[in-house]
């Protein structure tokens, strides 16, 4: 199928192109080129909002009388997308620009319009000092003024500049780090010295708790060991006799420590009862543990009530002869028998 396609034309050796007619066309004819928005624009119509870079399918005609320079300029025709109304625009080439004509208006051309009173300012004062020389010497000092305050400025950025440069950051860093670490040590240690403060304070308190403590335990000790001491036989078993003023004393305090733990041994006491004489005649079985009968006391103490319930009392001399000596018979005679 390649061959098919030719792509040149046959030109005869007799063809003569200046033979051909040329067609006439206006000058203001118009051509459908596809070209995109080269600005954000508004309707005046409908308020659309037309947006630089939308695609639209224009007409293209030359403007007449109108040249930059030996440069055509151009026209474009588009309609609004939303109530199709015509818009037009033009080439600008002294601006390097377009150029809104009618149908909308311009949106976001503040810089434009800055540089346009800019020229127009320039253009006035060229025209004043044209006819004014003083106008000219005023202009002169001003613009002298204003750049020497535009040199200050810029020597201070410049110093600014240069402080800046000799700034070592690096340096800075370094020491703020170096801060930050000692101010963590310090806290570090700060938290060490307040938690030993703290165990120290609560040894001591715990030392002191269980001092107390052993304290109360030792009172709590001695005083039943002080009345405890004292048996009701100790009286009866002791082997040194006290001697001297303090004798009597202390045989008034064993009697009394005996008469509060046993109770008074007279002869119509409790205990007297209790004292049976050994009979010579026909032995005697062994007698069984007699119950003792009530105790007037202020204190009872069981220690007492078994010693003396078990007869277990051993025999001693009393200088006087009471009931003591009796029980100790008592005693005696028990023991032999058991034998």
């Known amino acids: 199928m390649s061959e098919r396609k030719v792509l040149n034309k046959y030109y005869p050796p007799d063809f003569d192109p200046s033979k051909i007619p040329k067609l006439k066309l206006p000058k203001d004819r118009q051509y459908v080129v596809r070209l995109m928005a080269p600005f954000n624009m508004r309707c005046k119509t409908c308020g659309e909002y037309i947006y630089k870079g939308k695609k639209f399918n224009a007409r293209k005609e030359t403007v007449q009388n109108e040249l930059y320079m030996g440069l055509p300029i151009f026209r474009f025709y588009i309609k609004c997308t939303r109530c199709l109304a015509e818009i037009t625009f033009k080439t600008d080439p002294e601006n390097t620009d377009y150029a809104m004509e009618h149908g909308a208006t311009r949106n976001f051309q503040a810089e434009k319009i800055i540089e346009e009173e800019e020229k127009k300012l320039q253009r006035e004062r060229e025209e004043e000092e044209l006819n004014n020389p003083m106008k000219v010497l005023e202009n002169r000092t001003r613009d002298s003024k204003m750049e020497m305050e535009v040199l200050e400025n810029l020597q201070e950025l410049k110093e600014l500049n240069q402080r800046q440069a000799q ?58 060991n002080t009345s405890n001491t004292d048996k009701p036989t100790d009286i009866l078993t002791t082997d040194k006799p006290v001697q001297g003023p303090a004798a009597g004393g202390v045989k ?51 220690k007492a009530l078994t010693a003396v319930s078990t007869s277990a009392i051993k025999p001693i001399t009393m200088p006087n002869g009471s009931s003591l000596s009796l029980l100790g018979a008592y005693s005696d005679s028990d023991s032999n028998d058991s034998e």
């Open 167 to 224: 700034v070592d950051f690096e340096g800075m860093i370094d020491r703020y780090r170096e801060m930050e670490r000692r101010e963590r040590e310090r806290e570090k240690e700060e938290d060490e010295k307040e938690t030993k403060d703290m165990l120290e304070r609560a040894l001591v308190k715990r030392l002191r708790d269980s001092d107390s403590d052993s304290e109360q335990e030792e009172s709590s000790v001695t005083q039943p």
């Open 252 to 302: 008034r305090a064993k009697v009394e420590s005996w008469e509060r733990s046993v109770g008074t041994l007279g002869g119509g006491g409790a205990l007297g009862s209790m004292v049976v004489r050994k009979k010579p005649a026909a032995p005697v079985s062994k007698p069984g543990p007699v119950a003792p009968p009530a105790v007037p006391c202020s204190q009872p103490d069981s």
